[in-house]
């Protein structure tokens, strides 16, 4: 039998050309689609313009935060019709995801093609390029900038990665799903107490252009109230598949939302007890699972969440899938169980569809699974966790990591695998 040749350059840049344009045209082949969320965004358009324009970011326009409105003043410059531009805006917030998509990658597996196919992978992902292209929503923006919170974290850079944190959560409240990480890295002494303060430093310097321009700061600063917020989804789920979905609560809905609030506080708060007491240390593996794991967890124990909460989830498990291998099911559980609940907004109920318990199921699995391996390894002493990997591994090195003592002073070093060992 001849020996297989291996592919020319040529050929692989090809493929990947391929790929990006396959990227680009599904994303072309959905914008013209009007939805719920894009009427909205007209209403508010055309609001903004009978403020002036650029002066209006300083009025009361819908209930998102100032930075969607300084994007919604950058559209309203832009030619074209509005459908177009607004749906093209938050399209370059997907190459931004794709780009900390890479550069997250490539500190697992520095020189490896894995970097570029991550990305390649994460602009491709159904519920990535539904969002921004045909819902015309921007969730790619608040969690672009948390996975890149993630990296600079990864990287040694707390400031930086606290600050990206708290862009996050300035783009949309959903950007408090990452802010367990960053209690998890601070209660276990991973980066400094101070650097807490660069989140709410960030939310205020992006607040501060629409304050100059007379908007009320008391009511700005406050948008995220949990009763504002309430308001915008009274339901105590709206087609999310977390765990309201097994609970079809039809009576004291506002004694179980609050419940709600404090079950998923006494979760979050006893994941980062059991890692602290344990003194579990934080290697990047650990970081990126613990990243996955509140991504899920928080939007499926919290009351009022959409369908689209869980897009962090999807971004992370992704991540999660090239830094541990064997979780590669993960980011299938979790993309199925987001795109079942689309259904219901994207096509309207009909009798087909499954029930919501269904990808809430889904989305329980995933959830036991991540907490499983994050949690079960607090309990194992390091030297037998190193001994496992070490099993199906041949080289070590030390990742950008290194940069920060307080970082890394416990962890192991990454392991280059020959094999498909996480």
Known sequence: MPKAQKPTPQAEALLLAALVVLAVVIRWVSLPEMTNDMNIFRQWHNQLGRAGGWRGIGTEIGNYNAPFIYLLAIA???????????????????V???????????????????????????????TVAINASFYGQMDAAWAGAALGGVYFLLRGKPWWGVALCGVAVAIKPQGVFILPLVLLLVMSGRIPWRTLLAAPAAFLVLDLPAIAFGRNPIELLTIYDMGRQARNVPALSLRAPNVFAFIPATTREDTVRMLGYLFCAALVVGVVYVLVAK??????????????LFSILVPFALPGMHERYFYLADVMTLVLAVYRPRLWYVPLLVQASSLLSYEPYLFGRNPLMLPDVIPAALMLAALIIVGYR?????????????????????????????R???????ARPFSVSKSSAS
């Open 279 to 292: 003194a579990a240390a934080m290697t990047p593996e650990r970081v990126v699972t613990a990243a996955a």
């Open 374 to 402: 994050l949690l079960s390894e607090a309990f194992v002493r390091e030297e037998e966790v190193e001994n496992f990997e070490l099993t199906a591994t041949h080289v070590e090195f030390r990742p950008p990591m290194t």
């Open 404 to 410: 920060a003592p307080k970082m890394v002073s416990e």
């Open 96 to 126: 931004i995801l794709a780009f900390f998509t890479y550069k997250t990658v490539a500190l697992r597996w520095p020189g490896s093609r894995r970097a570029v196919a991550a990305a390649l992978v994460m602009v491709l992902l159904p």
């Open 76 to 94: 309203y410059y832009l030619p074209g019709p509005l459908i177009f531009k607004v749906k093209a805006l938050w399209i370059v917030f997907d």
